[in-house]
């Protein structure tokens, strides 16, 4: 999976102010990341507010997503959810011609156990036509899917080829570096430790300020993989600040407010979810400027 390997950016639904989706401000920031450096696409996951999206919403997600890259980017969608069954019936229903994988996290709320995170991707990847790319993000599904976990799945089935891993654990991220299978990518999900994770031995990163500063963090994820450490730090650190800012008051409200600096698009966000308040919006409208 060489496509896998670098900077991809999970891509933002943009609203209108009457929050509906902006497919012309969605068209606006795939050409932005494409003419940035960046390497792949992820369509439909967290940062996409997935959660209130209609089933026609989406549809129209992937279908302008898919027009606008026209071809020129890997894409990957994201299907996961903590109903097996649901997902394992996406994953057979879907036609995936436009996709090189399939995001899928780990099931949230329902806090299963290791056993049942091992069983429910178990049911993903025997369903799954094209690679998958398992997600943890503890912080929001509120069970950590272990080493031990990851490691047994990629060994069992071949088609789980990648791990997105947002625990913000760099222990946790070394262990799979280290016990992994020839071949299956541990992948960033945590923006401020990709340095880090990529000069462990991680494969790059799944990203969310990539998306705001397509240049610099590509470029900073190139030369951690081309072990140019001191190159790469200086762009660490240039961004490390808006890294925090982003997420500061939640995902994706940080990162729209700096789309709506850049003039790419609104910066609305639907409930639950509210815009950041005008002290943070100053912040980062400061730092793009600065930058």
């Known amino acids: 999976m060489q496509s896998l390997i670098g900077t991809g950016v999970a891509l933002v639904t943009p609203f ?85 994988a399939v995001l899928s996290v780990s099931p949230y709320y329902n806090k299963p156990t290791q056993e049942g995170i091992y069983q ?47 625990a913000g654990d760099i222990v946790q991220a070394m262990k799979l570096i280290q016990g992994k299978p020839e071949g299956f990518l541990v992948i960033s999900g945590d923006d401020m430790v990709t340095l880090p994770m990529v000069l462990a031995g991680g494969s790059g990163v799944i990203s969310v300020i990539g998306e705001g500063f397509p240049r610099q963090f590509s470029d900073m994820v190139r030369l951690g993989l081309e072990r140019k450490v001191d190159e790469a730090y200086k762009l660490h650190y240039l961004l490390a600040e808006a890294i925090d800012m982003i997420f500061e008051q939640g995902n994706p409200a940080g990162i729209k407010e700096v789309f709506k600096t850049l003039g790419l698009s609104e910066n609305t966000v639907r409930l639950p979810l509210v815009n950041v308040n ?10 793009v400027k600065s930058l």
């Open 16 to 100: 209108k102010k009457d929050f509906s989706v902006d497919t012309e401000a969605l068209t606006r920031i795939v050409n932005f990341q494409i003419d940035n450096g960046i390497d792949y696409l992820v369509v439909l996951g967290t940062t996409a507010e997935n959660a209130t999206l209609s089933q026609e919403e989406k549809e129209l997600v992937i279908t302008t997503v898919i027009n606008a890259n026209n071809g020129r980017l890997p894409l990957v969608l994201g299907v996961g959810g903590n109903n097996t069954y649901k997902v394992v019936e996406e994953l057979k229903t879907r036609d995936f011609s436009n996709f090189v």
């Open 278 to 287: 005008q002290d943070l919006a100053d912040r980062l409208n400061k730092f």
């Open 120 to 166: 429910h991707f178990k049911a993903v990847a025997e369903a799954s036509p094209i690679p998958v790319i398992l997600y943890n993000v503890p912080g929001r599904t509120a069970s950590n899917m272990l080493p031990s976990t990851v490691l047994r799945l990629a060994n069992d089935f071949k088609n789980v080829v990648a791990i997105k891993e947002a």
